[in-house]
């Protein structure tokens, strides 16, 4: 054998070790600790998916997500990146995580700064995070047609309830990046402010709009957005609340009349995607603020379960964003000792999560509905449960495509 047939046979030796081992070992995890998700599971075969090409491209996902030591390549690929981060003032990467796959790219100051106006390289950065330093931070790119898009969905969605005098609400959540100071890495990502403004102008005169922006601009300084987590504190929810209560011309419950609590350490979603080791050796703590009005709080599957508003189970878990609401559930109704006849829906991403128990002091009940999951009819609902408050809160990034805004008139039921 020369040494030509030597080097292949060492290459390909352990390929096939390693393939046969991923073949026979069972009982693979279904979740991944290590990034904090759940991993593919095998997909379907149907000769649809064959033809359209799909079926190959689930199972190399769901290939890539069960292979035998994954977890340690995933922990060595993140060392690896951490040894061959760049000298200089400010240690910066940009994270891109697409199912199993964690690339990085490292760039040099001055190449962010010459680069960061490029259309094609705005392009390519969506769906991206930016590390700086010991903070993680979601890219966020502007897209005209997808602001559109959930701004026609928030007037369809007005003008089919049951009844006109339901008062519609839409508050988009700006995240940390919007807010560094950085103007070279801050400018990687669209102008938040200009994206929030795009979708309130198309929005139809009776939707009003939350303008939580201006309420956490002055407050950057604060503990308002996690740095390992995409998304906001505590405190941060609680400035988006009073930006609430003010478009509703109320006055917001002091945040001094809160008894406070914390759990750390805390290492959220943008850490399991970039595997920092800035941010492990500097994580977050979750601030919790105890609710003072009696309520009861219970969550619907197939059968109802009553669950802690602020569930400390989670304290013990990784994702501890998950303490605020128990997670997200198809939809969950809290009941107050407020006898004051107000009811409100939210309709929400996770970024309600941290904000909804805010608003106990001001309802009787408190609707929240997840469109990711929850598949009743939605206007009957509505009409059924005699709903005077709608708020849409999702974050910035649902504009980026079209696809949270599909969730939302699968939801409804709409075109």
């Given at each position: 054998m020369n040494k030509h047939h030597?080097?292949?046979?060492?290459?390909?030796?352990?390929?096939?070790?390693?393939?046969?081992l991923n073949l026979i070992?069972?009982?693979?995890?279904?979740?991944?600790?290590?990034?904090?998700?759940?991993?593919?599971?095998?997909?379907?075969?149907?000769?649809?998916?064959?033809?359209?090409?799909?079926?190959?491209?689930?199972?190399?996902?769901?290939?890539?997500?069960?292979?035998?030591?994954?977890?340690?390549?995933?922990?060595?690929?993140?060392?690896?990146?951490?040894?061959?981060?760049?000298?200089?003032?400010?240690?910066?990467?940009?994270?891109?995580?697409?199912?199993?796959?964690?690339?990085?790219?490292?760039?040099?100051?001055?190449?962010i700064s010459e680069t960061k106006h490029d259309e094609k390289n705005q392009a390519s950065l969506e769906g991206r995070v930016l590390v700086l330093n010991d903070c993680a931070m979601e890219i966020h790119t502007f897209n005209a047609e997808a602001c559109q898009y959930y701004a026609d969905f928030l007037n369809q969605f007005?003008?089919?309830?049951?009844?006109?005098?339901?008062?519609?609400?839409?508050?988009?959540?700006?995240?940390?990046i919007e807010f560094i100071t950085e103007l070279k890495y801050k400018d990687l990502s669209s102008p938040q402010k200009e994206t929030i403004a795009y979708v309130n102008k198309h929005l139809a005169p009776q939707i009003i709009p939350v303008d939580a922006y201006q309420s956490l601009a002055p407050n950057t300084?604060?503990?308002?957005?996690f740095r390992s987590d995409h998304h906001w504190t505590a405190l941060g929810a609680?400035?988006?609340?009073?930006?609430?209560?003010?478009?509703?011309?109320?006055?917001?419950?002091?945040?001094?009349?809160?008894?406070?609590?914390?759990?750390?350490?805390?290492?959220?979603?943008?850490?399991?995607?970039?595997?920092?080791?800035?941010?492990?050796?500097?994580?977050?703590?979750v601030f919790l603020y105890q609710p003072f009005i009696k309520h009861e709080y219970i969550v619907y599957y197939e059968h109802p379960i009553k669950i802690d508003l602020l569930d400390m189970r989670h304290a013990e878990n990784k994702n501890k964003y998950g303490i605020f609401l128990g997670g997200d559930h198809p939809w969950g109704k809290i009941t107050t000792s407020i006898k004051n006849g107000k009811k409100i829906m939210i309709i929400k991403d996770s970024y309600a999560n941290a904000f909804v128990p805010f608003l106990l002091p001001h309802y009787e009940e408190i609707y929240i509905v997840d469109p990711r999951q929850f598949n009743l009819d939605l206007f009957a609902f509505i009409q059924e449960k005699e709903i005077q408050e709608v708020l849409f809160l999702n974050y910035v990034l649902v504009t980026d495509n079209n696809g949270f805004t599909d969730l939302l008139r699968q939801m409804a039921n709409l075109p």
């Open positions: 030597l080097n292949i046979a060492l290459f390909l030796i352990p390929l096939f070790l390693l393939g046969a070992t069972p009982h693979k995890p279904a979740v991944s600790q290590l990034e904090n998700r759940t991993l593919k599971t095998k997909p379907l075969f149907t000769t649809e998916k064959l033809f359209r090409g799909e079926y190959f491209q689930e199972y190399e996902d769901y290939f890539a997500d069960n292979f035998i030591f994954r977890e340690n390549f995933v922990k060595l690929s993140g060392k690896i990146k951490n040894l061959w981060s760049l000298p200089g003032k400010d240690e910066v990467s940009i994270v891109g995580n697409k199912g199993a796959n964690v690339a990085a790219t490292q760039n040099k100051e001055n190449d007005q003008e089919n309830l049951p009844d006109n005098k339901i008062k519609v609400y839409s508050l988009i959540a700006p995240t940390q300084k604060q503990y308002i957005y609680y400035y988006a609340y009073t930006a609430f209560m003010k478009a509703q011309h109320e006055k917001p419950i002091p945040l001094e009349q809160y008894k406070t609590e914390k759990v750390a350490p805390y290492l959220g979603s943008l850490y399991s995607t970039t595997l920092s080791q800035k941010i492990r050796e500097n994580p977050d703590t």
